[in-house]
Structure formats: C-alpha cells, structure tokens
C-alpha cells in the first residue's frame, strides 16, 4: 500500500477582507471551497487554507460565518477556513492582516463578493509548476451583471510576462493577483498595502512591489474569476473614485522614480481615467477638464478624440439618442 504524506504548510493562502457582507460572503466562500485543487501528487497531499479576515462588521457575518463553516455539525464544516476578526481599519489594513496570518507557499487575495470558477487554484498552481521564476501572478476575470456576462479590459492581453509599465495605465488586476511569500523574506521586502488608501491600494500595492523587486508579472490567458459587479461596488461611487485615483497617482510619482516618458503615461491614462468617470457621473464640465489634462500628456490620438467626443456630446444625450 502507498503511503500518503499529508503536507502541513498549505501551498496557497487565500485572504479574504469582509466587511458587512452576511449577503454575500456564502456564495463567495462556497466558489472558493468548490474548487477541482486538493490533491495527491507523488505521494503528497496539497492543499489551500482560507483566511477571511472580519474588518469589524455590525451585520451579522460573524454568526453566518459561524453556523455554516465553523460549526461541526453544518454540512459546509470548513476546516480550511480560518476567521478573524478585528478592529474595522479598512481593507488594506485588512490585508496586511491577512498577509501576517498566511501560512501558504503563495499568497493571494479575493474579494468578498466575487466569483472564483473552479480551476482558479489549479490553474495558478499549474502555471507555478511551468514557470518557478513567476513571483507574481493574474489569470483573467469577467464581470457579471443581472445575469450577463462581459469580459474585462485585460481580456485582450497574450499570455507571458510583463514588467511594471503595464500597469503604468492604471490597475489592470485589481487585488487579483498571487505572489510568491519568498518575496516576504527577501531583501527588499514585500511593500505592504498603503493604508491611507483604500481604492486604487492594489494598483499601489503591485506597482510598488514590481518596481521595487524589478520583477515582472506572469499573465495567465485563462479566465477563472467572475466579478460580481452590484451597484454596492467600491467602484461605484464616481467622485470618490476619482479622488482616490488623483491622490493614488501623486503617491506613486513620488515613490517610484519613472522617466519622463513614464511620468506621462501615468498622468495621462490618470486624467483619462478621471475623466471617463466623470462622464459616467454626468459631470460635463469636469470630464472636459480631465480631458484636456489627458490630451496634454498623451496628445491626439483616436482613443482621445473618441473620448472627447462623447465628453462634448455628454452622457445624458447619448443615452436619449439610444
């Protein structure tokens, strides 16, 4: 008979920030433990841990957590999942919490509310094995709204790598990513998530770390996550948005040293993010400002005009005429 060694230190950790969402946090957790990935290879037995960190909820997510996965007796026990709480000091506290507690080869973090398709573990593990030297990693995501499907704006990225200048335009991956823990004991350090902010912390959090270690991300060409797009998104309140985007980039200008070029690039793809946001909040006036902050860094070109377009043309009246 073969003899079956049990590994004690979980390949991935996965940290999950909560807050308020008893609504929601089931189906997310239930994605997360469906997943095709606890296996045998040679002899060993490989596995994942949860690490759902409770960032002071008043809503009752603690006994939802309790009574479905904690407790013995729940046809959902979870001895996988391991659940704190805390003093509420927003998510990216939340996550260096999280970073703190994880006992996984590899660490990745997932939101509260989305999706992960069941080869999502597999998928990065598998990847890993193919690629040893990737320290970080994204596969790809979709969105899903009332029942519908859409792909993201990275759908149309090739598989392989890509250093810090792609994210130059803004937060490609969102806290979607996975990072070899290696990168904790290095010499540089793991740059933590900024806690002054809590929109746009991922793009901080990626880019910092990139530029600081001169390592690329390795891009999976696989969708494995659906993002839940609910009007309760953090996305979704426009001029806080675009504040945090303004103030997110000033940071990075001042924490990494880019080139001229670079610096346009950032500014620019800010100040259109900005004004994209602002045509979606109905704010006429101030989409045309951003634009033309946006057209001085990155000129003339058909994304800028076709922008700027709808901006003059305003979002109210492209609505009627359709």
């Known amino acids: ?116 398709q069941s080869h999502h573990l597999q998928t990065l593990y598998t990847t890993i094995k193919e690629n040893p030297e990737a ?37 490609y ?24 902010f809590n929109i746009c912390e991922d793009w901080i959090f990626l880019f910092r770390n990139l530029f600081a270690h001169n390592i690329p991300i390795y891009v999976i060409d696989k969708t494995t996550i659906t993002v839940n797009d609910h009007p309760n998104r953090s996305m979704a309140d426009n001029q806080k948005v675009i504040l945090a985007r303004l103030e997110a980039t000033i940071f990075l200008e001042n924490e990494v040293e880019l080139s001229n070029s670079e610096l346009n690039i950032l500014k620019g793809y800010s100040y259109q993010f900005c004004a994209v946001h602002s045509y979606i909040d109905k704010n006429r006036k101030q989409a045309f400002g951003f634009w033309k902050k946006m057209v001085s860094y990155l000129g003339y070109n058909k994304n800028t005009i076709t922008l700027g377009i709808k901006v003059l043309i305003g979002k109210s009246v492209i609505e009627k005429l359709k």
Do not use: W
């Not at 909560?18 to 433990?33: E, K, M």
């Not at 806290?175 to 998530?193: A, N, Q, Y």
């Open 135 to 171: 320290q970080f990693l994204a596969t790809k995501f979709e969105f899903e709204n009332e029942g519908k499907i859409f792909p993201s704006h990275i759908s149309h990225l090739k598989e392989g790598f890509y250093d810090y200048k792609l994210i130059l335009e803004g937060s």
């Open 173 to 196: 991956f969102g806290t979607l990513v996975c990072f070899d823990r290696k990168l904790i004991e290095s010499k540089e350090g793991l740059k933590p998530f900024p806690t002054e």
């Open 1 to 116: 008979m073969k003899s079956i060694c049990i590994i004690k230190t979980p390949f991935f950790s996965v940290i999950i920030p909560t807050y308020n969402r008893a609504n929601l946090i089931v189906a997310t957790l239930d994605s997360i433990f469906n997943q095709i990935f606890d296996r045998e290879l040679e002899g060993e037995i490989i596995f994942y841990e949860v690490i759902l960190v409770d960032d002071g909820s008043t809503d009752t997510t603690r006994e939802v957590i309790e009574t479905t996965y904690l407790d013995t007796n729940s046809e959902k026990f979870e001895s996988r999942l391991r659940y704190f709480q805390k003093d509420n000091e927003e998510r990216s506290a939340a996550r260096n919490f999280g970073i703190d507690k994880a006992r996984g080869s590899y660490i990745l973090f997932f939101d509260s509310d989305d999706f992960m």
